[in-house]
Protein backbone atom coordinates (compact mmCIF):
# COMPACT_ATOMS: atom_id res chain seq x y z
CA UNK A 1 0.00 0.00 0.00
CA UNK A 2 1.21 3.68 -0.87
CA UNK A 3 1.72 5.78 1.48
CA UNK A 4 -0.98 8.28 -0.35
CA UNK A 5 -3.09 5.72 0.19
CA UNK A 6 -2.27 5.34 3.66
CA UNK A 7 -4.72 6.38 6.94
CA UNK A 8 -3.36 9.46 8.61
CA UNK A 9 -3.37 8.86 12.22
CA UNK A 10 -2.99 11.33 15.09
CA UNK A 11 -2.08 9.80 18.91
CA UNK A 12 -2.51 12.03 21.55
CA UNK A 13 -1.89 10.02 24.83
CA UNK A 14 1.24 7.62 23.71
CA UNK A 15 1.78 5.85 27.07
CA UNK A 16 1.17 2.10 27.11
CA UNK A 17 -2.25 2.32 25.25
CA UNK A 18 -1.40 4.87 22.94
CA UNK A 19 2.38 3.44 22.14
CA UNK A 20 0.61 -0.08 21.11
CA UNK A 21 -2.01 1.43 19.18
CA UNK A 22 1.04 3.70 17.14
CA UNK A 23 1.97 -0.36 16.72
CA UNK A 24 -0.52 -1.53 15.29
CA UNK A 25 -1.70 0.52 12.86
CA UNK A 26 1.69 1.00 11.63
CA UNK A 27 2.09 -2.71 11.52
CA UNK A 28 -1.09 -3.26 9.70
CA UNK A 29 0.13 -1.31 6.79
CA UNK A 30 -3.12 0.64 6.37
CA UNK A 31 -1.96 3.96 8.47
CA UNK A 32 0.66 6.37 8.79
CA UNK A 33 0.75 7.25 12.09
CA UNK A 34 1.70 10.59 14.17
CA UNK A 35 2.14 10.44 17.92
CA UNK A 36 2.24 13.08 20.32
CA UNK A 37 4.82 12.93 22.99
CA UNK A 38 5.59 14.98 25.83
CA UNK A 39 7.98 13.98 28.59
CA UNK A 40 9.12 10.92 26.38
CA UNK A 41 9.43 13.24 23.56
CA UNK A 42 13.47 13.62 23.64
CA UNK A 43 14.44 10.05 25.05
CA UNK A 44 11.82 8.63 21.88
CA UNK A 45 13.39 11.10 19.16
CA UNK A 46 16.89 9.78 19.84
CA UNK A 47 16.44 6.26 20.95
CA UNK A 48 13.12 5.06 19.92
CA UNK A 49 11.05 3.25 21.83
CA UNK A 50 11.88 -0.25 23.33
CA UNK A 51 9.30 -2.36 23.21
CA UNK A 52 8.44 -5.91 25.09
CA UNK A 53 5.21 -6.99 23.62
CA UNK A 54 2.88 -10.37 24.41
CA UNK A 55 1.14 -9.33 20.84
CA UNK A 56 4.39 -8.18 18.85
CA UNK A 57 7.60 -9.49 20.34
CA UNK A 58 10.58 -7.47 20.99
CA UNK A 59 10.95 -4.37 18.82
CA UNK A 60 14.05 -2.41 19.62
CA UNK A 61 14.37 1.41 18.47
CA UNK A 62 10.82 1.70 17.52
CA UNK A 63 9.18 4.55 15.86
CA UNK A 64 5.89 5.73 14.91
CA UNK A 65 6.16 7.42 11.15
CA UNK A 66 6.34 10.62 12.92
CA UNK A 67 6.63 11.75 16.21
CA UNK A 68 6.21 15.59 17.66
CA UNK A 69 5.61 16.91 20.67
CA UNK A 70 2.79 19.11 20.19
CA UNK A 71 -0.59 18.60 18.32
CA UNK A 72 -0.02 19.72 14.92
CA UNK A 73 -2.59 21.58 12.68
CA UNK A 74 -4.79 19.24 11.11
CA UNK A 75 -3.86 21.26 7.10
CA UNK A 76 -0.29 21.33 7.67
CA UNK A 77 0.09 18.27 5.17
CA UNK A 78 -3.27 17.32 5.06
CA UNK A 79 -6.53 16.11 7.57
CA UNK A 80 -6.04 13.59 9.74
CA UNK A 81 -8.16 10.79 8.62
CA UNK A 82 -8.15 9.56 12.65
CA UNK A 83 -7.22 11.10 15.65
CA UNK A 84 -7.03 9.11 18.68
CA UNK A 85 -7.27 10.10 22.20
CA UNK A 86 -5.47 7.92 24.68
CA UNK A 87 -4.47 10.55 27.40
CA UNK A 88 -6.51 9.94 30.66
CA UNK A 89 -9.30 12.04 30.95
CA UNK A 90 -8.36 14.73 33.96
CA UNK A 91 -11.14 17.76 33.58
CA UNK A 92 -9.49 19.51 36.66
CA UNK A 93 -6.36 19.61 34.53
CA UNK A 94 -6.79 19.05 31.31
CA UNK A 95 -9.24 20.48 28.44
CA UNK A 96 -9.18 16.96 25.89
CA UNK A 97 -11.27 19.10 23.86
CA UNK A 98 -9.01 22.28 23.47
CA UNK A 99 -5.74 20.00 23.27
CA UNK A 100 -6.74 17.91 20.09
CA UNK A 101 -8.93 21.38 18.34
CA UNK A 102 -6.05 22.18 16.12
CA UNK A 103 -6.02 18.76 15.05
CA UNK A 104 -9.29 18.47 13.56
CA UNK A 105 -11.04 18.85 10.49
CA UNK A 106 -14.61 19.64 10.58
CA UNK A 107 -16.62 16.93 8.49
CA UNK A 108 -13.09 15.28 8.06
CA UNK A 109 -11.22 13.33 11.14
CA UNK A 110 -13.22 10.60 12.98
CA UNK A 111 -12.26 11.18 16.73
CA UNK A 112 -11.30 8.21 18.83
CA UNK A 113 -11.98 8.30 22.63
CA UNK A 114 -9.74 5.08 23.39
CA UNK A 115 -9.81 6.10 27.09
CA UNK A 116 -11.54 5.46 30.57
CA UNK A 117 -15.05 6.58 31.76
CA UNK A 118 -18.64 6.87 31.46
CA UNK A 119 -20.00 9.54 29.19
CA UNK A 120 -17.20 11.06 28.05
CA UNK A 121 -18.46 10.91 24.55
CA UNK A 122 -21.14 14.31 24.83
CA UNK A 123 -18.70 16.89 25.25
CA UNK A 124 -16.16 16.32 22.44
CA UNK A 125 -19.55 15.50 20.53
CA UNK A 126 -20.44 19.09 21.75
CA UNK A 127 -17.53 20.75 20.66
CA UNK A 128 -17.35 18.68 17.74
CA UNK A 129 -20.49 18.24 16.09
CA UNK A 130 -19.72 17.26 12.53
CA UNK A 131 -17.13 14.75 13.02
CA UNK A 132 -17.69 10.94 14.19
CA UNK A 133 -17.00 9.76 17.67
CA UNK A 134 -15.65 6.33 18.01
CA UNK A 135 -15.46 5.10 21.57
CA UNK A 136 -13.36 2.25 22.69
CA UNK A 137 -12.99 0.16 26.38
CA UNK A 138 -9.25 -1.31 26.33
CA UNK A 139 -8.63 -4.37 27.97
CA UNK A 140 -4.88 -4.11 27.21
CA UNK A 141 -2.32 -4.23 29.94
CA UNK A 142 0.59 -1.92 28.76
CA UNK A 143 2.83 0.30 30.77
CA UNK A 144 5.34 2.83 29.59
CA UNK A 145 8.38 4.61 31.00
CA UNK A 146 10.73 6.81 29.57
CA UNK A 147 10.12 4.96 26.21
CA UNK A 148 10.03 1.55 27.08
CA UNK A 149 6.95 -0.33 27.07
CA UNK A 150 6.46 -3.93 28.90
CA UNK A 151 2.65 -4.52 27.03
CA UNK A 152 1.62 -7.83 28.68
CA UNK A 153 -1.46 -8.49 28.06
CA UNK A 154 -2.78 -8.89 24.41
CA UNK A 155 -4.56 -5.61 22.98
CA UNK A 156 -8.04 -6.50 22.88
CA UNK A 157 -10.67 -3.75 22.61
CA UNK A 158 -14.86 -3.18 21.88
CA UNK A 159 -15.37 -0.43 20.35
CA UNK A 160 -18.44 1.26 18.89
CA UNK A 161 -19.69 4.79 17.18
CA UNK A 162 -20.99 6.85 20.01
CA UNK A 163 -24.09 7.70 17.58
CA UNK A 164 -24.49 11.81 16.59
CA UNK A 165 -28.34 12.54 16.19
CA UNK A 166 -26.94 15.09 13.26
CA UNK A 167 -24.81 12.53 11.04
CA UNK A 168 -26.30 9.61 9.29
CA UNK A 169 -25.87 6.09 10.88
CA UNK A 170 -24.11 4.53 8.00
CA UNK A 171 -21.59 6.51 7.90
CA UNK A 172 -20.71 6.55 11.51
CA UNK A 173 -20.91 2.55 10.60
CA UNK A 174 -18.44 2.89 7.71
CA UNK A 175 -15.85 5.06 9.84
CA UNK A 176 -16.11 2.46 12.71
CA UNK A 177 -15.42 -0.46 9.70
CA UNK A 178 -12.58 1.18 8.56
CA UNK A 179 -10.50 1.70 12.02
CA UNK A 180 -11.78 -1.72 13.12
CA UNK A 181 -10.06 -3.06 9.53
CA UNK A 182 -7.09 -1.21 9.80
CA UNK A 183 -6.18 -1.67 13.82
CA UNK A 184 -6.98 -5.71 12.97
CA UNK A 185 -4.69 -5.45 9.80
CA UNK A 186 -1.40 -6.79 11.88
CA UNK A 187 -3.35 -9.78 12.56
CA UNK A 188 -2.40 -9.87 16.27
CA UNK A 189 -4.78 -7.91 17.84
CA UNK A 190 -8.50 -7.59 18.41
CA UNK A 191 -10.77 -4.37 17.71
CA UNK A 192 -14.18 -5.68 17.90
CA UNK A 193 -16.93 -3.97 16.66
CA UNK A 194 -20.53 -3.83 18.82
CA UNK A 195 -23.54 -1.71 18.27
CA UNK A 196 -23.56 -0.06 21.63
CA UNK A 197 -20.55 1.16 23.18
CA UNK A 198 -22.26 2.31 26.18
CA UNK A 199 -23.36 -1.79 27.09
CA UNK A 200 -19.11 -2.07 27.24
CA UNK A 201 -18.87 1.31 29.31
CA UNK A 202 -21.09 -0.28 32.08
CA UNK A 203 -18.93 -3.62 32.22
CA UNK A 204 -16.30 -1.98 32.09
CA UNK A 205 -16.94 0.54 35.34
CA UNK A 206 -18.36 -2.38 36.59
CA UNK A 207 -14.63 -3.00 37.88
CA UNK A 208 -13.18 0.35 37.38
CA UNK A 209 -15.61 1.85 39.58
CA UNK A 210 -15.06 0.07 42.44
CA UNK A 211 -11.89 -1.67 42.29
CA UNK A 212 -9.97 1.58 41.27
CA UNK A 213 -11.41 3.45 43.20
CA UNK A 214 -11.30 1.46 46.55
CA UNK A 215 -7.83 0.24 46.00
CA UNK A 216 -6.53 3.51 45.70
CA UNK A 217 -8.11 5.10 49.28
CA UNK A 218 -7.16 1.52 50.45
CA UNK A 219 -3.70 1.66 49.22
CA UNK A 220 -3.98 -2.30 48.89
CA UNK A 221 -4.34 -4.12 45.60
CA UNK A 222 -7.10 -5.99 44.56
CA UNK A 223 -5.83 -9.58 46.49
CA UNK A 224 -5.24 -7.61 49.43
CA UNK A 225 -8.28 -5.80 49.39
CA UNK A 226 -10.25 -9.06 49.44
CA UNK A 227 -8.44 -11.32 51.56
CA UNK A 228 -8.60 -8.70 54.43
CA UNK A 229 -11.93 -8.12 53.98
CA UNK A 230 -12.95 -5.57 51.68
CA UNK A 231 -14.84 -7.83 49.31
CA UNK A 232 -17.79 -8.15 50.97
CA UNK A 233 -18.11 -4.84 52.94
CA UNK A 234 -17.20 -2.95 50.28
CA UNK A 235 -16.62 -4.58 46.78
CA UNK A 236 -19.58 -6.29 46.33
CA UNK A 237 -22.09 -3.92 47.71
CA UNK A 238 -20.29 -1.24 45.49
CA UNK A 239 -20.86 -3.36 42.68
CA UNK A 240 -24.40 -4.03 43.10
CA UNK A 241 -24.80 -0.13 43.20
CA UNK A 242 -22.84 0.55 40.08
CA UNK A 243 -24.95 -2.61 38.57
CA UNK A 244 -28.55 -0.69 39.95
CA UNK A 245 -27.17 2.80 38.13
CA UNK A 246 -26.43 0.83 34.91
CA UNK A 247 -29.77 -0.79 34.72
CA UNK A 248 -31.71 2.51 35.50
CA UNK A 249 -29.75 3.49 32.22
CA UNK A 250 -31.11 0.80 30.73
CA UNK A 251 -28.50 -1.30 30.92
CA UNK A 252 -28.92 -4.87 32.66
CA UNK A 253 -25.66 -6.47 33.24
CA UNK A 254 -27.04 -9.76 34.29
CA UNK A 255 -27.59 -11.58 37.20
CA UNK A 256 -24.39 -13.39 37.79
CA UNK A 257 -22.21 -9.51 36.85
CA UNK A 258 -20.84 -8.98 40.34
CA UNK A 259 -19.31 -12.27 40.70
CA UNK A 260 -17.58 -11.94 37.00
CA UNK A 261 -16.30 -8.75 37.85
CA UNK A 262 -15.19 -9.39 41.35
CA UNK A 263 -13.36 -12.79 39.72
CA UNK A 264 -12.09 -11.12 36.55
CA UNK A 265 -8.79 -10.24 38.36
CA UNK A 266 -7.67 -13.38 39.96
CA UNK A 267 -6.86 -13.19 43.45
CA UNK A 268 -3.72 -15.17 43.13
CA UNK A 269 -2.31 -12.11 40.82
CA UNK A 270 -1.79 -9.22 43.54
CA UNK A 271 -3.09 -6.88 41.21
CA UNK A 272 -2.60 -2.90 41.36
CA UNK A 273 -4.90 -1.21 39.34
CA UNK A 274 -4.12 1.94 37.18
CA UNK A 275 -5.65 4.30 40.19
CA UNK A 276 -3.41 3.03 42.70
CA UNK A 277 -0.54 3.39 41.21
CA UNK A 278 -1.33 7.19 40.04
CA UNK A 279 -1.44 7.78 43.83
CA UNK A 280 1.76 5.80 44.47
CA UNK A 281 3.71 8.08 41.73
CA UNK A 282 1.45 11.05 43.18
CA UNK A 283 -0.31 11.17 39.74
CA UNK A 284 -4.02 13.24 39.70
CA UNK A 285 -6.83 10.64 39.16
CA UNK A 286 -9.25 10.07 36.98
CA UNK A 287 -11.93 10.75 39.73
CA UNK A 288 -14.74 12.00 37.80
CA UNK A 289 -14.95 9.85 34.70
CA UNK A 290 -14.36 6.84 36.36
CA UNK A 291 -17.02 7.29 39.54
CA UNK A 292 -18.12 10.68 39.38
CA UNK A 293 -19.85 10.32 35.78
CA UNK A 294 -21.82 7.49 37.09
CA UNK A 295 -22.84 9.17 40.32
CA UNK A 296 -24.47 11.71 38.14
CA UNK A 297 -26.65 9.93 36.22
CA UNK A 298 -26.97 7.81 39.92
CA UNK A 299 -28.40 10.93 40.80
CA UNK A 300 -30.70 11.61 37.66
CA UNK A 301 -32.17 8.30 37.71
CA UNK A 302 -32.68 7.98 41.55
CA UNK A 303 -30.93 5.78 42.41
CA UNK A 304 -29.63 5.16 46.23
CA UNK A 305 -25.44 4.76 46.48
CA UNK A 306 -24.49 5.18 49.57
CA UNK A 307 -21.02 3.07 49.59
CA UNK A 308 -20.05 4.63 45.95
CA UNK A 309 -20.93 8.34 47.51
CA UNK A 310 -18.56 8.06 50.27
CA UNK A 311 -16.43 6.06 47.88
CA UNK A 312 -16.63 9.20 45.49
CA UNK A 313 -15.80 11.74 48.85
CA UNK A 314 -13.02 10.17 49.80
CA UNK A 315 -11.41 9.84 46.53
CA UNK A 316 -11.96 13.72 46.03
CA UNK A 317 -10.13 14.58 49.13
CA UNK A 318 -7.28 12.43 48.05
CA UNK A 319 -7.60 14.18 44.32
CA UNK A 320 -7.46 16.91 46.53
CA UNK A 321 -4.00 16.28 48.05
CA UNK A 322 -2.71 15.59 44.92
CA UNK A 323 -3.78 18.36 42.87
CA UNK A 324 -2.16 20.99 45.80
CA UNK A 325 1.19 18.79 45.26
CA UNK A 326 1.68 19.13 41.46
CA UNK A 327 0.82 22.79 41.72
CA UNK A 328 -2.43 22.77 40.19
CA UNK A 329 -5.07 23.78 43.07
CA UNK A 330 -4.20 26.86 45.49
CA UNK A 331 -6.12 26.79 48.74
CA UNK A 332 -6.17 29.92 50.35
CA UNK A 333 -4.89 30.38 53.96
CA UNK A 334 -8.43 30.75 55.32
CA UNK A 335 -9.62 27.20 54.58
CA UNK A 336 -8.93 26.68 58.57
CA UNK A 337 -11.66 29.00 58.79
CA UNK A 338 -14.09 26.26 56.97
CA UNK A 339 -14.01 28.52 53.64
CA UNK A 340 -12.72 25.83 51.02
CA UNK A 341 -12.02 27.78 48.18
CA UNK A 342 -9.83 26.29 44.95
CA UNK A 343 -8.89 27.54 41.72
CA UNK A 344 -7.99 25.06 39.27
CA UNK A 345 -5.67 25.90 36.38
CA UNK A 346 -6.62 24.71 33.12
CA UNK A 347 -3.91 23.79 30.79
Known amino acids: MSTDSKLKVLVVGTGGVGTMACVALERSGMATVTAVLRSNYEKVLRDGFEIESINHGKL ?4 PSHIVNSVPESDSDGPFDFVIVSMKTIPEITNINKIIAPSITTDHTTIVLMQNGMYIEPPVMEAFPSNVILS ?9 RNGHIIHDDPDYFHIGAFHNPRLDTQ ?15 CKVVNAEVVDDIIFY ?10 YNS ?3 ITQLDNAAIRRLGGEDSLIRPGMVEMAAIAKADGYDLGENIVDEMVNATPIELSFRPS ?7 GNPLEVEVILGNAL ?3 RQKGVQTPILDNTYRFLKLIQARLLVARGHLNIPEDILTGDFIYIVHQQ
Open 60 to 63: SAWR
Open 136 to 144: ATSYIGAHE
Open 171 to 185: HEKQRLDLFATAYNG
Open 201 to 210: RWRKIMWNGI
Open 214 to 216: MCA
Open 275 to 281: MLVDVDK
Open 296 to 298: RIA
